[in-house]
């Protein structure tokens, strides 16, 4: 404010002496008269200091609205960098609107010589000059004067804060309706007169302790009224305020629910008689009547504080008995103005309550999201904590059963052997193995009692801690909206240190929690099935439904009405020895693959020869070897460097991969598969299959190749009437 001032005051210093030069040439030199250029430079100042006159008032108003809306960011919005921002915009934009009038004038051209008889532009020829004298005078004089007066409230100046008016007086015969004569009325006056001998006091120079005290009396004397009137008010039946209340032949009144009977807390009739439940006078229940008069002092009775020592507690002041209206900045707490007089507030900044309310509650609104954030965390990584504890238990019983479920295992391999001798070989062995196992159980179980209790201690404390925190972090936000919630008196109660507690808080994760056993019971024989099984379980998860396309089906095939079945209906040869009169038909599916991973599985139960795999979308079927001259080998033709990556089985029991070699290679089976796995990794350049019938074990990869163009799935059910089905991974 301080600097728009003083450039609004040297805006008008200059703009009133922006003609002085040529006035003084005048005077004492006598020249009267004024060049082209000369009376440009005068015009040139004069606007130009109009203009930033101007947007200084605007900058001037706009200090003025932050300082009474934003009081507490005043400083934070208004900083020293803004206020150069503003002054520079100022001058800037004085002078872009008036330098171009610079060279606009230049360039006029005038029919006439360029001389103006007056010094200051003006015509006039009527009006005397001691009135030219006294306009100028005044215009130089009385504006420097009056700036420092109107924009001289600078906020939070203690010197400027005008005394806050004083509480007004608790009259009981206004705010309960009470008449003249009524008890009332006593505390009435007792109030008016305390608060008249308090403002005497501080006209006449009289103690101010004095005052003190008696209004420290004067509030404990209004308590004790406050609770009198509670008793009057409060029905006898259910002791709560009056709520409708009606009025008896004896004049007492009650609840209208509890004097008709229509509450539980009721008082039933005896004797056929109606009675008062307080002095057992009867009464006609025709007679009652509703007490406005006593419903209008309880209305106006539940807005005020109905604890005896509660009123002076929060409203008045402790140490002045004065009532709380102003809240200091620096201390953070709530004061009465004798407080902000005093040698304690002495230069604080201080701010009626009401002004600072909103700002500290959108202050605590955000701190109730970020601590309700944190709340959420943390009953995120309570639960967290709690599903880990399950697991550990579930992963114990899980292990401690694990010899049970490997039992089955080891009886079915039992069964394939018939023999009797081999069977107690057999026996005998696993006798011997089994007491190893029990030892290696027994230890392997105490480890893992062990880890497990140093696991579970480890979720505990973490546990404890975290419901700890919670609790804590649960009484913040309730205190946060109490006050919130509250009055403006409970808001800004002790704000310093909720504000603090607030900001500062922070929810301590827990460490890193074990996530697995460290110790697993390793079994040599399943190893390698769960290995199997796992790469298994992954690969399904890229499985694609793919279908064939009859488009490219050979002509002795019949596809399925659904697309996933293909069957061979040609004739049968009679010499199904020559691996090439396996090979003319053959169906594409109709998908197309040139990224990514994809899986399905095909159904080769019964058939006693077949080819499946991908191939290139580019090859040409293969319907006849007699087309190809000096009849080449079909595992040439069938190898990935013509764009197949296929195996296959022959002569019921030979399963074969067609690498890129003279021959195909020969496959070991132990159990032959019922349904076959393909997996296509594009990027990688592999195709793998696996037997599912035997747990997902490979049968066979092409690694490492570079496909040149799209894949898509080759199906070739060669003579065999058994058809070849597409199948979905079973669960």
Same mark, same amino acid.
């Given at each position: 404010m301080y600097i728009f001032l003083s450039m609004l005051a040297s805006a008008d210093v200059l703009l009133s002496t922006s003609t002085r030069p040529k006035t003084l040439a005048n005077f004492w030199l006598g020249s009267r008269h004024i060049s082209f250029n000369g009376c440009l430079t005068q015009m040139f100042f004069i606007h130009f200091l109009f203009v930033a006159d101007s947007a200084v008032l605007l900058a001037m108003a706009f200090d003025r609205y932050v300082a009474i809306c934003s009081p507490l960011k005043y400083t934070t919005i208004l900083t020293r960098q803004v206020i150069g921002k503003i002054v520079a915009a100022t001058l800037a934009r004085s002078f872009i609107i008036m330098f171009p009038s610079i060279f606009l004038l230049k360039r006029l051209h005038y029919c006439r010589i360029n001389v103006i008889e007056h010094t200051i532009l003006f015509g006039g020829k009527h009006i005397p000059r001691y009135v030219h004298i006294l306009l100028a005078n005044l215009y130089v004089v009385i504006p420097p004067m009056l700036n420092p007066v109107i924009y001289g409230t600078v906020p939070g100046c203690p010197e400027a804060t005008p005394p806050p008016p004083p509480a007004p007086p608790f009259c009981l015969d206004d705010s309960f309706g009470l008449d003249e004569e009524s008890p009332g009325c006593k505390s009435s006056a007792l109030i008016h007169a305390t608060d008249f001998r308090l403002d005497s006091t501080s006209k006449n120079g009289l103690s101010v302790r004095a005052g003190q005290v008696g209004a420290k009396r004067v509030a404990t004397m209004t308590s004790a009224v406050l609770v009198d009137i509670r008793d009057e008010v409060t029905c006898p039946i259910c002791l709560e305020l009056l709520t409708e209340p009606l009025s008896i032949d004896c004049g007492h009144s009650f609840c209208q629910d509890c004097i008709t009977g229509s509450s539980d807390k009721s008082v039933p009739n005896q004797e056929g008689k109606n009675r008062c439940p307080v002095c057992r006078t009867a009464y006609q229940p025709e007679n009652l009547r509703p007490n406005r008069h006593l419903a209008i002092i309880v209305k106006r009775f539940r807005g005020t504080v109905l604890g005896p020592g509660k009123q002076r507690e929060v409203i008045l002041c402790g140490l002045h008995g004065e009532k709380l209206q102003l809240f200091c900045k620096e201390d953070g707490k709530l004061i009465c103005w004798l407080c902000e007089r005093s040698q304690e507030h002495h230069g604080h900044h201080t701010f009626l309550m009401e002004e600072v309310a909103k700002d500290y509650q959108e202050m605590f609104q955000e701190?109730?999201?970020? %601590?309700?954030?944190?709340? !959420?965390?943390?009953?995120?990584l309570k639960a967290l904590i709690q599903e880990k504890r399950e697991s550990w238990k579930a992963s114990r019983i899980l292990l401690k059963g694990e010899p049970l479920v490997q039992q089955p295992v080891f009886s079915s %391999?039992?069964?394939?052997? !018939?023999?009797?001798?081999?069977?107690?070989?057999?026996?005998?062995?696993?006798?011997?193995?089994?007491?190893?196992l029990d030892r290696e159980e027994q230890r392997e179980l105490r480890k893992l009692e062990v880890e497990e209790k140093k696991g579970l201690s480890i979720i505990e404390k973490a546990e404890g801690d975290l419901i700890h925190q919670s609790q804590s972090l649960k009484d913040l936000i309730s205190d946060l909206e109490h006050r919130c919630q509250g009055s403006t008196v409970e808001l800004l109660q002790d704000v310093s240190d909720v504000t603090k507690r607030s900001e500062f808080w922070t929810l301590r994760k827990p460490q890193a929690l074990p996530t697995k056993l460290k110790s697993l019971f390793r079994a040599p024989d399943l190893k390698k099935m769960l290995r199997v099984f796992r790469e298994l379980t992954d690969v399904q998860n890229y499985w694609v439904d793919v279908t064939l396309n009859p488009q490219t089906a050979n002509l002795n095939l019949v596809l399925s009405k659904n697309r996933r079945q293909v069957r061979f209906v040609g004739a049968k040869l009679s010499k199904p020895s020559c691996l090439e009169e396996h090979y003319d038909c053959s169906v594409l599916g109709s998908q197309h693959f040139s990224s990514g991973k994809y899986y399905w599985e095909v159904d080769v139960t019964k058939k006693t020869a077949w080819i499946l795999g991908v191939c290139s979308n580019q090859v040409e079927p293969m319907f006849s070897f007699s087309q190809y001259p000096g009849k080449q080998s079909a595992y040439s033709r069938y190898q990935p460097q013509s764009g197949y990556w296929v195996i296959g089985l022959q002569h019921k029991h030979e399963y074969r991969a067609y690498e890129d070699s003279s021959t195909s290679l020969l496959l070991s089976m132990t159990v032959p598969p019922r349904r076959i796995g393909v997996f296509l990794d594009y990027e990688a350049g592999t195709v793998s299959f696996y037997n599912v019938t035997n747990h997902g074990l490979p049968i066979y990869t092409f690694s490492k190749y570079y496909f040149p163009t799209a894949l898509c799935p080759y199906f070739n059910p060669c003579s065999c009437v058994v058809p070849m089905t597409l199948r979905r991974p079973s669960p």
């Open positions: 701190s109730l999201k970020k %601590l309700r954030k944190e709340q !959420q965390e943390a009953e995120r %391999l039992v069964l394939k052997n !018939q023999v009797e001798p081999e069977r107690h070989r057999i026996r005998t062995e696993f006798k011997h193995l089994r007491s190893i």
